[in-house]
């Protein structure tokens, strides 16, 4: 399976993963704010420590954002384009992590979009870009279970995780995991699953980052770094994890397929929630 040598010393333990338990939420994106304050307020004054979002037909206005690019120096095994803006933009989908970053409430998202020349992908910048047009947010979140963002050793970046947080648990089980570079995703899913009890479960919003990509239907993103969405995806015990995702590959361009099983490692990271079912 393919690999990346990451430029620090790697972890024996390559699956974060803390059970909790959250509640979904609803609420409506607020036009005029940064699409950072737009959707972490609401969840801050629910007092929630940690979320994936996902949410459609939002127009932003200016969207700013960036896509995987080649590492600048061998401090990193990938990086990113220089930051790229859209004037105007009508969000196809985008899943989102919330979490803390410098102690101040942070979004990590990764969406598809419709500029006037066409589709576009990427790692959307939160806090310079606006929201224009509303639309409704569908969040699971938890109190109990915080993500933070820390310096990762392993890949010279600053990198979500989850960690334990002194709030009361409320609402139903919900796992918050993040997988290291060169696990192959879908075997992770099950690796999670297995480890917290669960015989079947839904993958919630979710982001990250792939070697590439191989899909079931034969089609292949070769590029060495790509940016993820989970459109959908599910475990049952017996079966392989299905994982149905968006890829944005280093030219921009948005691909979309089920995942082969065993055949996609994570680049930099993969922020994962799953939700018994």
């Known amino acids: 399976m393919r690999r990346l040598q990451q430029p620090g010393p790697a972890p024996t333990e390559r699956i974060e993963s803390i059970a909790g338990h959250g509640r979904m939420l609803e609420f409506e994106l607020q036009p005029g704010l940064s699409l ?11 007092g929630m420590r ?15 954002y960036c896509i995987p690019g080649p590492p600048r120096d061998q401090s990193h095994v990938a990086w990113f384009s220089a930051p790229r803006s859209a004037a105007s933009a009508r969000i196809e989908i985008a899943n989102t992590t ?15 979009w419709a500029e006037p020349d066409g589709r576009r992908g990427g790692h959307i910048l939160p806090h310079e870009t606006v929201v224009a047009v509303g639309c409704t947010v569908r969040a699971w979140a938890l ?11 392993e890949t010279n970046f600053i990198l979500f995780h989850p960690v334990p947080a002194a709030n009361a648990a409320v609402g139903t089980k919900l ?17 999670i699953c297995r480890r917290h009890g669960l015989t079947r479960a839904a993958v919630r919003g979710s982001i990250g980052s792939l070697i590439g990509a191989r899909f079931t239907q034969g089609d292949v993103v070769p590029d060495h770094a790509t940016e993820v969405l989970v459109h959908q995806g599910t475990f049952t015990v017996g079966s392989d994890a299905m994982l149905d995702v968006l890829v944005v590959d280093m030219q921009g361009v948005v691909h979309q397929g089920v995942l082969q099983p065993a055949a996609n490692p994570v680049c930099i990271t993969f922020e994962l929630v799953l939700e018994p079912v």
């Open 175 to 191: 796992i918050v995991a993040r997988i290291r570079p060169n696990e192959d995703i879908s075997e992770a899913v099950a690796t």
């Open 98 to 112: 919330f979490g803390w970053r410098d102690a101040a409430p942070f979004v990590h998202c990764h969406a598809a």
């Open 36 to 46: 950072n304050d737009a959707l972490t307020r609401p969840l801050v004054a629910a």
């Open 50 to 64: 940690s979320a994936t979002l996902v949410f459609h037909d939002a127009e932003l206005a200016p969207l700013h």
């Open 143 to 153: 109190a109990e279970v915080a993500i933070v963002a820390e310096p990762d050793p």
